[in-house]
């Protein structure tokens, strides 16, 4: 265990969660939110000897990046697996990622990889939905192209209901879409544990390319006082109205309109949407996707022009989750691609679209977002992982692309307290099987959830008391302690 780590267990023995109750409010000088966040903090220290975990950012590249072009080449492997595309050194002696990737290759030391993922599900939908619940859905391997009920909550959505007694204005944002082709993938929101754990949903404006929390924007012209003046407005009707007092669905709808105006009147939020605050500098250094906007460009369904304006941006997407978790924001995905044709899923060209269009602002802007947090002192708190929802095939089509391939592909981590450099797990020589230390999504779920401070076998309830394990997998303890 390292001196720092040596030191914060020290701490948590002076200051367990026993002795965090017997202070009590006043003697530590804090709020009410502020005791049960030190609460938890406490007991995410006594669960993992690790100073306490403060946010996750989920970075997903949806439509499944290839394995074997980004951080486990086959170098040695015959040409219809290897491809085009060359190893580079990185800042860790003897790891190796693609040519394509130079910026992160600088900082691997603060990287840790998993080369050993794999699952069942070989469509988009259902890997997606397993990729971000840790669970297969319950309807199998499938495409779905009608609306269907998302049954098991997304990672933010069981964190938000653990840590409900937190009373967090933003527990879960997602951004800058609700991604799929024609549907909502059902993996995005709270699931069987409600609506009410669905995540804040960030958009994006595709004409001024300016972020906002949807319906929570102040109307033109409105100010924080005139919301105050009409919040109280509404307060007077509902207290004349006993039978609505009396109702058990007007208390709900009350719980909700009592959130609606607590982030309308959020300036934290407003701010951190503001991209405007940053300098031109620090926006360059994430990045634009520079690549030409046509109409049609952004594949199947909705306005291409539009699609096209909302991918320029993916490299801010990652800027405004950083300034997220500044705000206090612990949970947020970014979605990276919202539909099918230009986004991972390179059946077709698999090279050139990998080095002229989706390489180039990944390895930009996730270098970036590692390095900032870093510079900001956010790394150590903030763990981000980044992920599709399966690998590609270790032989080249037809084509010249890769296909669906869940049975093996890469995962990296960064930050949290990872051990930088480390890699769990490994393909065998073809990138087409685990070859040592299998990992699942419900291990990753672990993960998250033990590294919050959170046991893998703590239980959620869904709206019919029914109670399930947080998560089914194993933690990946050895990337951390």
Same mark, same amino acid.
């Given at each position: 265990?390292?001196?720092?780590?040596?030191?914060?267990?020290?701490?948590?023995?002076?200051?367990?969660?026993?002795?965090?109750?017997?202070?009590?409010?006043?003697?530590?000088?804090?709020?009410?939110?502020?005791?049960?966040? =030190?609460?938890? *903090?406490?007991?995410?220290? @006594?669960?993992?000897?690790?100073? !306490?975990?403060? $946010?996750?950012?989920? #970075? &997903?590249?949806?439509?499944?990046?290839?394995?074997?072009?980004?951080?486990?080449?086959?170098?040695?492997?015959?040409?219809?697996?290897?491809?085009?595309?060359?190893?580079?050194?990185?800042?860790?002696?003897?790891?190796?990622?693609?040519?394509?990737?130079?910026?992160?290759?600088?900082?691997?030391?603060?990287?840790?990889?998993?080369?050993?993922?794999?699952?069942?599900?070989?469509?988009?939908?259902?890997?997606?939905?397993?990729?971000?619940?840790?669970?297969?859905?319950?309807?199998?391997?499938?495409?779905?192209?009608?609306?269907?009920?998302?049954?098991?909550?997304?990672?933010? =959505?069981?964190? *938000?209901?653990?840590?409900? @007694?937190?009373?967090?204005?933003? !527990?879960?944002? $997602?951004?800058?879409? #609700? &991604?799929?082709?024609?549907?909502?993938?059902?993996?995005?929101?709270?699931?069987?544990?409600?609506?009410?754990?669905?995540?804040?949903?960030?958009?994006?404006?595709?004409?001024?390319?300016?972020?906002?929390?949807?319906?929570?924007?102040?109307?033109?012209?409105?100010?924080?006082?005139?919301?105050?003046?009409?919040?109280?407005?509404?307060?007077?009707?509902?207290?004349?109205?006993?039978?609505?007092?009396?109702?058990?669905?007007?208390?709900?709808?009350?719980?909700?309109?009592?959130?609606?105006?607590?982030?309308?009147?959020?300036?934290?939020?407003?701010?951190?949407?503001?991209?405007?605050?940053? *300098?031109?500098?620090?926006? @360059?250094?994430?990045?634009?996707?520079?690549?030409?906007?046509?109409?049609?460009?952004?594949?199947?369904?909705?306005?291409?022009?539009?699609?096209?304006?909302?991918?320029?941006?993916?490299?801010?997407?990652?800027?405004?989750?950083?300034?997220?978790?500044?705000?206090?924001?612990?949970?947020?995905?970014?979605?990276?691609?919202?539909?099918?044709?230009?986004?991972?899923?390179?059946?077709?060209?698999?090279?050139?679209?990998?080095?002229?269009?989706?390489?180039?602002?990944?390895?930009?802007?996730?270098?970036?977002?590692?390095?900032?947090?870093?510079?900001?002192?956010?790394?150590?708190?903030?763990?981000?992982?980044?992920?599709?929802?399966?690998?590609?095939?270790?032989?080249?089509?037809?084509?010249?692309?890769?296909?669906?391939?869940?049975?093996?592909?890469?995962?990296?981590?960064?930050?949290?307290?990872?051990?930088?450099?480390?890699?769990?797990?490994?393909?065998?020589?073809?990138?087409?099987?685990?070859?040592?230390?299998?990992?699942?999504?419900?291990?990753?779920?672990?993960?998250?959830?033990?590294?919050?401070?959170?046991?893998?076998?703590?239980?959620?309830?869904?709206?019919?008391?029914?109670?399930?394990?947080?998560?089914?997998?194993?933690?990946?303890?050895?990337?951390?302690?």
């Amino acid at each position: 265990m390292s001196q720092s780590r040596h030191n914060y267990s020290n701490a948590v023995d002076e200051i367990s969660r026993r002795s965090v109750l017997r202070m009590g409010v006043g003697g530590l000088g804090l709020s009410l939110t502020g005791l049960l966040q =030190a609460r938890a *903090s406490a007991r995410a220290a @006594e669960i993992t000897g690790l100073p !306490p975990l403060k $946010a996750c950012v989920i #970075v &997903f590249y949806y439509g499944g990046p290839s394995h074997l072009d980004t951080y486990d080449l086959k170098p040695d492997a015959p040409a219809e697996v290897r491809g085009e595309f060359k190893p580079i050194s990185t800042s860790v002696p003897g790891l190796f990622v693609c040519e394509h990737l130079p910026k992160m290759a600088r900082c691997m030391h603060k990287v840790a990889l998993v080369r050993s993922m794999h699952h069942r599900n070989r469509l988009h939908d259902s890997a997606s939905t397993e990729a971000l619940t840790g669970r297969q859905a319950p309807t199998g391997d499938r495409e779905e192209f009608a609306p269907i009920k998302q049954v098991f909550p997304s990672y933010g =959505a069981s964190l *938000s209901y653990l840590r409900r @007694e937190l009373q967090l204005d933003v !527990p879960h944002a $997602a951004l800058p879409f #609700v &991604f799929h082709n024609v549907i909502d993938v059902p993996c995005q929101g709270g699931g069987f544990l409600g609506s009410t754990y669905d995540p804040l949903q960030i958009n994006v404006n595709p004409e001024n390319r300016v972020y906002s929390a949807g319906a929570l924007a102040l109307p033109t012209g409105q100010s924080g006082k005139s919301l105050q003046d009409r919040r109280r407005l509404l307060t007077s009707l509902q207290e004349q109205s006993i039978a609505a007092a009396q109702s058990l669905s007007m208390g709900r709808w009350q719980l909700s309109t009592d959130k609606a105006f607590q982030l309308l009147g959020s300036e934290s939020l407003r701010e951190a949407l503001d991209l405007s605050r940053e *300098s031109p500098q620090t926006r @360059e250094r994430y990045g634009f996707d520079k690549a030409p906007v046509a109409v049609g460009s952004g594949g199947g369904g909705g306005n291409g022009a539009e699609m096209g304006f909302a991918r320029q941006m993916r490299g801010q997407n990652l800027l405004v989750a950083r300034r997220l978790v500044e705000a206090g924001i612990p949970f947020v995905n970014v979605f990276d691609f919202r539909q099918q044709g230009q986004n991972w899923d390179a059946h077709h060209q698999n090279f050139s679209q990998h080095k002229n269009h989706l390489l180039p602002v990944a390895d930009q802007s996730l270098s970036a977002l590692i390095e900032d947090l870093d510079a900001r002192g956010l790394l150590d708190t903030t763990l981000v992982v980044a992920m599709g929802e399966f690998g590609r095939t270790p032989t080249i089509n037809q084509n010249g692309g890769r296909d669906h391939w869940p049975d093996c592909y890469s995962v990296l981590l960064a930050g949290g307290g990872v051990h930088g450099g480390a890699i769990f797990g490994a393909s065998d020589r073809t990138g087409a099987y685990p070859d040592k230390d299998p990992v699942t999504p419900a291990d990753l779920a672990a993960t998250i959830f033990w590294r919050f401070g959170i046991d893998p076998s703590s239980e959620i309830h869904d709206l019919t008391g029914r109670p399930w394990r947080v998560a089914d997998g194993q933690p990946l303890r050895s990337l951390f302690v």
